[in-house]
């Protein structure tokens, strides 16, 4: 596949906003407060706004929440704002219609509007499922007509993790899967001329975001649609890690022209995700597109890390700071026809004295090389930081491409109202305790309506289920249920112990 984006998408209005064709990428980020409390919620969406967050996404998980948009939107408004907000609704196709009439945009899952996630397989013959997707279209019909009314606009927001049983039965656990799911509700919107869409394809696991978003790109092309695109990889988790897994996501297609509008999901607090968003959007969005690296390594090995180009005698360096997409494009074709290469270096200097701009341009640098199976070593230098924190940085990269596992993986959300227990502090706990477990996979989800379906492929979950309730997950199995919230982190350890995963630190 090779996508090369030369077609601008249509624009979309978000209340004041508009999203596609050349409006500039636009950021956006969630409010963690229970959206049932009027006042937490207008001061949080009143702070990020100041802080330059545009548009904002208010989890609503029922009814009830919906209808309170009423009173949010007013108390914003008699506080002398305008801020468009996105309603984020799960399950509920009730409250969709409900916050259409208040809100300038309902975010819907394709994955639980009108269908189910049990992990279950279910065969369909292929009237069985055109009679499956009847039934969604008939379901799906008040909310279009309530959003044309309102003229309220809506992304179709697929999650890897979240696809519907009836999705991977069909199309499989794939990017095709999640294409597919995001195709078949934009037939629905687009059979009837209903055009304030805008879709998402999110995956906690960077390259299925990325290779998704590509397809997608490709399939929407056939169909003659250009409906603007929403970025984000979800529950990248905090820290550098967290901004290096969005950065590898959001920047790479980014870089190739995909995307309109993005979210960087971190599992801290909201206002720190703007920036690292507004670096994203004005250092590679809306600039010349570059085709997608298409040309992929025969034989990948796994890349060792230096932090002196010296230290690589006799390999082939190339520079990826400073040598065009053009000449990287060669210099890859030439790799590939040699029949026997010596080693690459992939190799950048850079400047940035800010530590997040300088990880996140680095990752968006080495991302696709690697991603692609390219590169026997890589040397990132910037005199401004010492080499632990570059080789911390360089094992990120690896880590989040997936050539090089290093470190303990987090999967976690960045919170949002529906959490109700402290999951910056408890993240922190279980990172400081689980960080040594190699290559393990540790998902820390704030709710239980979300979390299980988004942290699928953890090793073991850690996932909210009420007020300090916590529930204890091994791989997709529900192992403890309902501990207090203050035994819920040593009760992760036993069991990751009696599992035999645990080694002492
Ligand atoms: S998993 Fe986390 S971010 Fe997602 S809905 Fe639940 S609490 Fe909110």
Redesign the pocket.
């Known amino acids: 596949m090779n996508v090369i984006l030369n077609k601008r998408t249509k624009e979309v209005h978000i209340g004041s906003l508009s999203v596609g064709n050349e409006s500039p990428i636009l950021i956006q980020s969630?409010t963690m407060a229970d959206s049932l409390d009027v006042n937490k919620t207008v001061e949080e969406c009143i702070h990020l706004f100041e802080k330059g967050c545009p548009l904002i996404r208010l989890?609503i998980?029922s009814v009830k929440a919906a209808k309170n948009l009423k009173n949010i939107k007013l108390e914003i408004e008699k506080r002398g704002y305008d801020i468009p907000l996105v309603a984020?609704i799960?399950f509920t196709p009730e409250a969709a219609e409900i916050a259409s009439k208040f809100v300038e945009k309902v975010r819907i899952n394709p994955g639980n509007f009108a269908d189910r996630k049990r992990f279950e397989s279910i065969e369909y013959t292929a009237e069985e499922y055109d009679l499956e997707l009847k039934r969604i279209e008939k379901d799906i019909q008040p909310f279009i007509d309530s959003c044309r009314q309102n003229q309220t606009s809506v992304r179709i927001g697929v999650n890897h993790g979240s696809l519907s049983d009836r999705i991977t039965s069909y199309y499989g656990d794939t990017p095709k899967g999640m294409v597919e799911s995001a195709l078949e509700y934009l037939a629905f919107f687009n059979n009837q001329n209903f055009e304030n869409v805008v879709v998402s394809l999110k995956s906690s696991n960077p390259q299925i975001m990325i290779e998704a978003n590509r397809l997608f790109v490709v399939e929407q092309e056939k169909r003659g649609w250009n409906f603007p695109l929403h970025l984000g990889v979800?529950?990248a988790g905090d820290g550098e890690d967290g901004r290096i897994k969005s950065a590898l996501g959001i920047g790479t297609l980014l870089k190739e022209g995909i995307g309109d509008t993005i979210r960087v999901?971190l599992t801290e607090n909201p206002e720190n995700e703007i920036p690292v968003a507004q670096f994203l959007a004005e250092e590679f969005g809306r600039k010349k597109a570059f085709p997608e690296l298409n040309i992929y390594a025969k034989n990948p090995t796994i890349p060792e890390v230096f932090t002196h180009p010296e230290q690589c005698n006799g390999w082939t360096v190339f520079d990826l700071a400073k040598q065009s997409p053009e000449e990287l494009h060669q210099f890859l074709l030439k790799q590939q026809e040699k029949e026997q290469a010596s080693p690459v270096l992939f190799h950048g200097n850079y400047s940035e004295k800010d530590l997040d701009k300088f990880l996140i341009r680095a990752t968006v640098d080495f991302g696709s090389v690697l991603l692609n199976g390219w590169g026997n070593g890589m040397c990132i230098q910037n005199e401004n930081f010492g080499s632990e924190v570059i080789v911390n940085i360089a094992n990120g990269i690896l880590q989040a491409t997936r050539r090089k596992i290093s470190k303990t993986e987090y999967i976690s959300?960045?919170?949002?109202?529906?959490?109700r227990f402290d999951?910056q502090k408890t993240t922190a706990q279980i990172k400081e305790k689980t960080n040594h477990l190699v290559g393990l996979k540790i998902g820390i989800?704030?709710?239980?309506?979300?979390?299980p379906g988004?942290m699928a492929d953890a090793d073991y979950g850690y996932?909210?289920s009420g007020i300090g309730r916590i529930t204890l997950y091994k791989k997709k199995e529900i192992i403890q249920k309902n501990i207090p919230e203050e035994d819920a982190v040593n009760a992760l350890i036993r069991l990751i112990r009696e599992n035999g995963d645990w080694v002492d630190p």
Request: aromatic letters at 0%.
């Open positions: 969630m989890a998980p984020d799960h979800t529950e999901s959300c960045p919170s949002c109202g529906r959490t999951l989800m704030g709710c239980i309506v979300n979390g988004e996932v909210g």
